[in-house]
């Protein structure tokens, strides 16, 4: 062996041996993800899409752990109280934030008790309409609320969800007027529009396209800047004269407060490969999530924004627990 090359070795070997120390071997043992939801929803597809990936590729267990309750506070109070050594990770998404808005304070503080890793991606809102209301966009909702003697309601998946949220703020950019009732998941919502027991409902955009695709259902809009894949002939509300409105569900990784650095690096660094992976990509979008990835500052730059929005949104609305 020459010269040059064995000294090529010896740095290469030494920067190895340096990213180790900074990491601690991580992971040499098994990780966890928890989801602060029950299963079956966008963040335990997700989380479990990231599991099945990380698990292959750090040749470790990858074990994700639904801890649903309060709204997802009782699965991110865990996560926060957890050693700040990448072995606990936390898989949330915009609902934390929602809950700010309508409780005004959280079980914990979102940019103190946890560290940033990635913005993993978006769900799209959607609005439905049964056929025999004769609402199909935003205008003839317009002109459906201004009937006289009009009671218009609509169907959310539940108080304080992002799905409550972005259907009130688009009262107040139309100016109309509906009353909310609020239920106990996107699911139960959207069998009661199917039935024609309520003219409309607000959910998760995915649960809509079969529906939209049958004529079961028109799609009054989607909640997105741009046009949700899935239903590309829907316009989105800001096509229709409601800016801005870029309101959709977001999915994050994050871990307890310091987070060692090299350790976000290299989570961040990995979860990028996966969502990058075409089979990945295919699996989570048939669930509705869009891969939308953002570093860890611009994930707390979206927290902060958010967590500002959904606290002035909820006064203006008035939107508050039961």
């Known amino acids: 062996m020459s010269f040059q090359r064995f000294a090529l070795t010896l740095a290469t070997v030494a920067a190895c041996a340096g990213a180790q120390a900074q990491t601690g071997g991580y992971p040499n043992r098994a990780v966890r993800i928890v989801v602060p939801y029950a299963t079956g929803g966008g963040s335990d597809i997700l989380a479990r899409q990231l599991g099945a990936s990380l698990q292959q590729m750090w040749k470790q267990p990858v074990v994700v752990e639904n801890k649903a309750g309060a709204a997802g506070n009782i699965g991110s109070r865990e996560v926060v109280r957890s050693p700040a050594d990448g072995y606990t990770l936390l898989l949330q998404n915009s609902t934390m934030v929602t809950n700010l808005g309508v409780n005004g304070k959280l079980p914990y503080d979102a940019e103190k008790d946890l560290t940033p890793i990635l913005l993993l991606g978006v769900t799209p809102i959607g609005l439905a309409a049964h056929p025999s209301f004769n609402i199909s966009d935003v205008k003839s909702l317009v ?37 909310h009732i609020g239920y106990k998941g996107c699911a139960p919502a959207v069998a009661d529009v199917l039935g024609g027991q309520i003219p409309l409902a607000i959910v998760s955009a995915n649960l809509l396209t079969p529906h939209a695709q049958s004529g079961r259902l028109k799609v009054v809009g989607v909640s997105s800047a741009q046009r949700y894949e899935a239903m590309p002939q829907v316009p989105t509300f800001e096509e229709q004269g409601l800016k801005p409105f870029d309101f959709s569900i977001w999915y994050a990784l994050m871990g307890p407060a310091n987070l060692p650095p090299a350790v976000v690096d290299k989570v961040a660094a990995d979860v990028r490969k996966v969502m990058a992976d075409p089979g990945a990509k295919s699996n989570l979008s048939n669930a509705g999530v869009e891969p939308l990835v953002r570093d860890a500052a611009a994930l707390a730059q979206l927290i902060r924004e958010d967590s500002a929005r959904y606290i002035e949104l909820a006064r203006t609305a008035r939107i508050r627990a039961e």
Request: with cysteine; glycine share 14%; proline share 5%.
């Open 143 to 179: 002109a459906a609320a201004a009937q006289p003697g009009s009671s218009l309601s609509y169907g959310s998946c539940g108080i304080g969800t992002p799905q409550h949220f972005a259907m009130e703020l688009l009262k107040l950019k139309a100016g109309v007027q509906a009353l």
